[in-house]
């Protein structure tokens, strides 16, 4: 069993305050979530305006399924947005 970790730097857009940043963060890891069994969790820059940190668990049998699924929610994340902007991301297997 292989646990993979998924770490994104998101840049925010037009966020003026701490309520705004919480409704969109909490808006992105529902998307994030949305039907999967996986654990996600802010990590860092929780009180910056222009950025968040988020990491995601998950599970798998094998690297590679843990991989390719840890993959999948980049690609997804980074579809047609206006608020924010992924900046970077990296998968730990361990």
Known sequence: MRIGILTLQIHLYGITSLKEKRSLVKHLIHKIQAGQNISVAEVADQDDLSQTTLRIGYIANDAQR????????V??????????????????IL
């Open 75 to 92: 690609v997804n994340l980074n579809g047609n947005q206006r608020d924010y902007y992924l900046e970077d991301w990296k998968i730990e």
């Open 66 to 73: 843990a991989t390719s699924f840890l993959t999948k929610q």
